[in-house]
């Protein structure tokens, strides 16, 4: 069995799986009060402290610098990958269907990488989802610093003009030797963009950017280095209220307004 290890990104006490694979890790927990039993993100060598803004990724950044496992992954408290269709009719019955140890040690003798079944825009692509929904700038000065930074990688962003689909929620399992790979390059990235924009000018919601940036950069990576990867479904431990969602979209691609909240 593969030595696989999945920190569980929240900020509160939740359900958790029983399956050993998974790993509770309180994000952003730098002068917080610890949680029971969960692991925090302020231990060794973090960045908890940019959770406001950098979001799951303090714990994916934990999870790289401090954990030793052959494979390494991320979910959040109230999404996880499963395999079974089956509609799940409450949380329970849905803890019990997530992906188990047995079944990523299965899927990982075909793969590097797993990942969320791609979220589909029909109708425009991802920049222009971002540039209506977000504030734009941050997105184009990212594309600034992989043009001085890593230009061979210039391309693959521009296809975000193009693409219409992505593998968002910062969610993966991927093993170790490629979790380094990709660390390495996008906190450089973010760090530098952390230089160039002033978080402060947006609210508490859109200040947030680094962690939905990551969402996009994640496949430039993949689809430029050529990254053998298996998609399987993810599962909302609670509703989502798609009608909201989707009435805030048309609000944002037609009349101007900015998502105000995650939905």
């Keep these: 069995m593969k030595n696989i290890k999945v920190i569980v990104a929240t900020h509160k006490k939740y359900q958790m799986p029983s399956d050993e694979m ?7 927990s730098a002068g917080k009060e ?3 039993n969960y692991l925090q993100d302020y231990t060794g060598e973090n960045i908890s402290n940019l959770n406001p803004y950098f979001c799951e990724l303090t714990g994916l950044y934990w999870a790289w610098k401090n954990l030793k496992n052959d494979y390494i992954g991320l979910v959040h408290y109230r999404r996880y990958f499963f395999l079974n269709e089956k509609h799940y ?3 329970n ?7 188990t140890l047995k079944e990523a040690d299965k899927i990982l003798d075909k793969a590097d990488i797993i990942l969320p079944k791609k979220r ?6 991802l920049y222009n989802h971002y540039k209506h929904t977000m504030y734009i700038e941050p997105l184009d000065e990212t594309r600034n610093i992989i043009k001085e930074k890593y230009p061979e990688y210039l391309q693959e962003f521009d296809n975000l003009h193009k693409r219409t689909s992505a ?8 093993k170790r030797s490629i979790l380094d790979q990709y660390c390495t390059w996008l906190f450089d990235i973010l760090f530098e963009l952390e230089k160039r924009i002033d978080e402060s000018k947006y609210n508490t919601f859109h200040s ?3 962690g939905r940036i990551s969402e996009l950069l994640l496949d430039v990576w993949i689809n430029k280095n050529q990254i053998k990867y298996e998609e399987i479904r993810v599962m909302d431990m609670q509703n989502i209220n798609w009608w909201n969602k989707g009435r805030s979209f048309l609000k944002a691609k037609f009349l101007g307004k900015k998502y105000n909240k995650s939905f």
């Design 34 to 36: 610890k949680i029971e």
């Design 89 to 91: 009719k409450n949380e």
């Design 120 to 125: 589909k825009y029909y109708i425009e692509n």
């Design 208 to 210: 947030r950017f680094y």
């Design 22 to 28: 998974y790993l509770p890790l309180q994000v952003g």
């Design 93 to 99: 019955e849905k803890f019990k269907n997530v992906l």
């Design 167 to 174: 593998h968002m929620f910062n969610m993966m399992i991927m």
